[in-house]
């Protein structure tokens, strides 16, 4: 316990895996454009559906209404979950940059002492 680990040798300072990190970035890139892909999908086949619907029975049409608004909702939720994400991935990356710099620094200061 009371043993000095100072053997003299210059240890390497820490690295944080910026590999990871441009992994998780580009892990949430292709989330984020399967989810738009998925979209698409699902409210192309809503709208068809829509359409269907309307052409049998046309005292439904204020369904085209509530289709769309739940397409422009859905739209907006998916926008704004994709912008929180990289936001906080971007918030993270400063943190750990800051984090680095820091470590850099105190590295630098215990070699001066030294």
């Known amino acids: 316990m009371g043993e000095n ?9 820490y690295q944080f895996p910026s590999d990871e990190l441009e992994a998780i970035k580009g892990e949430i890139h292709a989330s984020a454009q399967r989810a ?6 699902r409210w192309t086949i809503g709208l068809a559906l829509t359409w269907l ?27 704004v979950g994709d912008y929180v994400i ?16 820091s470590i850099s ?5 215990k070699s001066d002492v030294r």
């Open 5 to 13: 680990q100072d053997s003299g040798e210059s240890e390497e300072p």
């Open 36 to 41: 738009y892909l998925m979209y698409a999908i």
């Open 53 to 79: 619907i309307t052409w049998y029975w046309p005292q439904l049409h204020w369904l085209w209404w509530v289709t769309l608004i739940a397409a422009a909702l859905s739209l907006v939720f998916l926008l």
């Open 86 to 101: 990289r936001r906080k991935v971007a918030q993270s990356e400063a943190r750990m940059t800051k984090l680095r710099e």
């Open 105 to 109: 620094t105190y590295e630098d200061d």
